[in-house]
């Protein structure tokens, strides 16, 4: 089985009619109470039931919302591969039109139609909050269906996995900075981060503690406090991958890396948490033939699926969670080493990785 999970938004419609179909299940609905376009995704249960966030976000076309469905569902699929779990890979995104915002009672109808359309798939997908959800949205889900994680805490839920994604992207860090530096050292270290959201707001955070140079940005200009609370200098949003630095984070949606991107980045390394971070595949060879080292996004964010599948179970242990999720730079870490001994890209190398545990399965 090889996977190469498509990775750009542009032209929707001609992507879902040019590519190969590889899905066991698309279940795409409107919603009985919110008249909105869902799209359940299941790409792959092979290792178990598929687990993958909601994404709930605006899109220009309801075939757009299906394409990102179908792309961050065969994501899914690597990512829970390669982070060890026995959990197939699956998402689902709630399509708003360009403008639209919910109410606090039309989201809730959308949760509950999500929650509908989860159940009719008998078991074989999990969710959990993703983009433009919240552990609180996922309670209304789990009035329709059992299929769902990362609840409140004050309702005997796990909670977000925001704080386990960005450790994990943490341990990648430290780990490409070895790579790169010879050090896990980040101090003095010139880092910018593009996205200040749940994930790229807390790793903010700990790399400034940790002495790290930070330069920030976010399309939402709020997150300028932020930037001032930790000292960091604040970019445009479109200005931030021009900036001369020794890292690039991407943390917010998919597709940052697009050709041009690659082409003006004046960095040595790139990790970071968002999703499908390459807007076409060959961007990984792009990099490489920059001699950028980039760590594969499906590995290095794999720390949120990690803490919600391991937190779920009955015999839940914080420690062992911290540990896998700290064991992530590992694997990063031995992703460059094959890729540098087999002459061959990141994406690749990573690809191999999760692909030995599917054609096993």
Not at 12 to 22: L, R, Y
Not at 34 to 39: D, K, M, N, T, Y
Not at 158 to 181: K, M
Not at 333 to 344: C, D, H, K, P, W
């Amino acid at each position: 089985m090889t996977l190469h999970p498509p990775t750009t938004l542009d032209a929707a419609p001609s992507f879902i009619a040019n590519a190969e179909f590889g899905h066991e299940n698309v279940l795409i609905s409107t919603g009985r109470r919110s008249g909105l376009v869902i799209s359940v995704a299941v790409h792959s249960t092979a290792l178990g039931q598929a687990l993958g966030g909601a994404r709930m976000w605006n899109y220009p076309h309801w075939t757009d919302a299906v394409a990102d469905a179908l792309r961050l569902s065969a994501a899914m699929t690597l990512k829970n591969s390669a982070a060890g779990l026995n959990r197939g890979g699956g998402k689902s995104v709630i399509h708003l039109p360009m403008g639209v915002t919910l109410t606090d009672a039309e989201k809730r109808d959308a949760m509950l139609d999500l929650g509908d359309a989860i159940e009719s798939l008998n078991g074989a997908y999990m969710t959990a909050e993703d983009v433009g959800t919240s552990a609180e949205l996922m309670a209304i889900v789990a009035e329709r269906t059992e299929h769902v994680c990362g609840l409140p805490t004050d309702l005997g839920g796990v909670g977000e996995p925001a704080d386990a994604t960005s450790a994990g992207v943490y341990a990648s860090i430290l780990a490409t900075c070895e790579a790169l530096f010879g050090s896990r050292d980040v101090r003095g270290r010139h880092i910018v981060i593009s996205g200040l959201g749940q994930v790229g707001g807390r790793l903010a955070r700990a790399l400034a503690s940790a002495g790290a140079v930070l330069t920030v940005s976010d399309i939402n200009l709020d997150r300028k406090l932020l930037a001032a609370e930790l000292g960091a200098t604040w970019v445009d949003a479109d200005e931030a991958h021009r900036v001369d630095a020794d890292l690039f984070v991407p943390c917010g949606l998919g597709g940052a890396l697009s050709p041009q991107v690659i082409a003006e980045l004046q960095v040595d390394g790139v990790v970071g948490a968002a999703n499908n971070q390459l807007a076409y595949r060959h961007g990984a060879a792009e990099l490489a033939g920059r001699g950028i080292l980039w760590a594969p996004d499906f590995v290095v964010n794999g720390g949120g699926v990690i803490y919600l599948d391991m937190a779920t179970r009955p015999d839940a242990d914080a420690e062992a969670i911290t540990l896998r999720v700290e064991a992530i730079g590992e694997t990063v870490a031995t992703i460059f080493r094959e890729s540098v001994a087999e002459g061959i890209t990141t994406l690749d190398a990573a690809e191999r990785l999760a692909e030995a545990r599917l054609v096993a399965a």
